[in-house]
C-alpha cells in the first residue's frame, strides 16, 4: 500500500498542477515535477507524473480536426520526442540525480526568463524540416532526464507561428508522446514501482478536479494577472531546486 502521507501530498499538489493546467493551459509537469522533487526526489517525481500527463492531455491531443495534419507536420519532431525519452532516463539510474535536479531547476528558470522577457521566436515554414528532428532529439532527451516536456517543445511550437487552435492540439500531441516515451522508458529500466503507479493514478482525479477548477476560473479572471503570480512562484520554485541540488553537490565533492 503506499504511504497515506505521500498519497496525500501528492493528490495536493497534483490538485495545484491541474488548476494551473486549466487556468492557463500549460505547467503541469513543471508544477508537479518540481514540487514532488522536493519531497520524494526526481526519480520517483516523474513517475507519478505519468498517469495524470496521459489523461489530461489525451483529449488535448485528438480534439479538433487538425491531428492528421498537424502530425504530417511534425512528426520528425514527434516521434524523436518520443524515442528519446529513453536514453534520457537513462541518466535517472547512472548519474547523480542531484545534477538532474540541477537541470530541472535551470529548465524552470529558463522558462519563466523567457516568459517574463516576452521573448519570441520564430521559426520560417522552410526551416521546419531541418528543425525538427533536432528539437525532437534535445526535448526527447531533457524530457526523459528531467520529467519536464515543456522545454525547448513548447518554445519550438509556439515560434512556428501555428494558429491558436492548432497549437493547443499541437502541445497535445507533444505531451501524450512523451508521457508514452517516458512510461515505456521508465518501465524498460526498472524506474517503476507499483506503489508509485498506484499513487499516480490517484492523483488522476485531483488532477482533471484542478483542471476543471482552473478553466471556470479562467472564465472570471485577468488571465494576465494570474501568469505574473504563476510565474513568480514557478521562479522561486525553480531558485529553491537549483540552490538545494547546488548545495548538496557542493556538500559531496566538499573535504
Not at 85 to 110: E, H, I
Not at 169 to 191: E, K, T
Amino acid at each position: 500500500m503506499p504511504d497515506p502521507s505521500i498519497l496525500i501530498v501528492a493528490c495536493l499538489v497534483f490538485l495545484l498542477a491541474g488548476f494551473v493546467k486549466g487556468f492557463v493551459g500549460f505547467g503541469l509537469p513543471l508544477i508537479a515535477v518540481g514540487l514532488m522533487t522536493t519531497i520524494i526526489g526526481l526519480q520517483s517525481a516523474i513517475a507519478l507524473l505519468l498517469v495524470p500527463a496521459l489523461g489530461t492531455n489525451l483529449w488535448q491531443a485528438l480534439a479538433g480536426a487538425n491531428t492528421a495534419a498537424l502530425f504530417r507536420r511534425f512528426w520528425t519532431f514527434f516521434i524523436p520526442t518520443m524515442l528519446l525519452t529513453w536514453p534520457g532516463t537513462l541518466a535517472l539510474s547512472r548519474v547523480n540525480t542531484d545534477y538532474l535536479t540541477g537541470l530541472l531547476g535551470s529548465l524552470v528558470l529558463v522558462y519563466v526568463i523567457l516568459s517574463l522577457a516576452h521573448v519570441k521566436f520564430e521559426v520560417p515554414r522552410h526551416l521546419e524540416p531541418g528543425l525538427n528532428p533536432v528539437m525532437g532529439i534535445t526535448s526527447g532527451l531533457l524530457a526523459g532526464m528531467t520529467g519536464a516536456f515543456t522545454m525547448p517543445g513548447v518554445v519550438y511550437l509556439q515560434s512556428t507561428q501555428l494558429p491558436r487552435d492548432q497549437l493547443v492540439q499541437a502541445l497535445g500531441m507533444l505531451f501524450i508522446l512523451s508521457a508514452v516515451g517516458l512510461g515505456f522508458s521508465m518501465g524498460s529500466q526498472d524506474l517503476l514501482s507499483r506503489e508509485l503507479i498506484l499513487i499516480s493514478a490517484s492523483a488522476l482525479l485531483p488532477t482533471f478536479a484542478g483542471m476543471m477548477f482552473g478553466t471556470r476560473l479562467r472564465k472570471r479572471t485577468s488571465e494576465a494577472r494570474f501568469r505574473q503570480f504563476f510565474l513568480l512562484a514557478l521562479g522561486l520554485l525553480g531558485l529553491y531546486i537549483t540552490a538545494r541540488s547546488g548545495f548538496a553537490i557542493i556538500s559531496q565533492t566538499g573535504p
